[in-house]
């Protein structure tokens, strides 16, 4: 079996963007699996007592964190622009990541966070959304409106009850099988490290 690390992401979350891009072939490298999970992080940030990012809470962190990012993407080679407004809201994109087959879900995300912060694009449109579906799925419509469903909406709430019950407070954050926590996407690859060293060993059968 194995290992096993749960992949908590927020779609208006920029470290998130570049760890969504390179989550897969890290993982890979490790053969460890990786539970792509969507949450909303304005409920957990509530419970904090903070009503928007930290980083527009604190401007000298969010100067920081938009030069960080700058350095972080051009090492990857990917685009990075800043939505306008930051933190987007981004309701709709948790709603269709949730309602989609979980096979399907890493390759939506990779869209949209490329739409994001690639483009600048506003993900809390359903045009956009629908373009992000379509390089991913035939039937855009069809997930569009799975995600307005009660389902839905009630499964994306209890992953975010989940999340912070599990310990999480910002994105991205990765939790081993053990229940150990890390945050950031720099601690990705720790993540993954952990997972690996501290999977659970198979049982041998009774000789």
């Not at 506003?122 to 995600?147: F, G, T, Y």
Request: proline content about 6%; aromatic content about 10%.
């Amino acid at each position: 079996m194995s290992p096993v690390v749960t992949f908590w992401l927020e779609f208006a979350s920029t470290y998130t963007y570049p760890a969504v891009m390179r989550a897969e072939a890290e993982a890979a490298k490790r053969g460890v699996a990786l539970i792509w999970r969507p949450l909303l992080l304005g409920p957990i940030f509530k419970n904090q007592g903070m009503n928007t990012s930290p980083f527009n809470l604190f401007p000298g962190r969010g100067r920081y964190m938009i030069r960080d990012m700058e350095r972080i993407c051009g090492a990857l080679e990917i685009a990075f622009k800043l939505p306008d407004p930051f933190p987007q809201n981004s309701l709709l994109a948790a709603r269709c990541a949730t309602a989609l087959a979980v096979e399907d879900r890493p390759a939506f995300v990779r869209e949209a966070f490329t739409m994001a912060f690639g483009e600048g694009a506003q993900i809390s449109e359903p045009d956009v959304m629908r373009e992000a579906l379509k390089r991913v799925v035939q039937d855009a419509d069809a997930v569009i409106a799975r995600a307005q469903s009660d389902e839905v909406k009630g499964a994306l709430r209890a992953a975010t009850e989940e999340a912070e019950k599990a310990g999480v407070f910002g994105a991205p954050t990765f939790v081993c099988a053990d229940g150990e926590v890390f945050w950031g996407n720099d601690r990705l690859e720790a993540a993954l490290d952990w997972a690996k060293d501290h999977a659970p060993k198979e049982r041998l059968g009774a000789i």
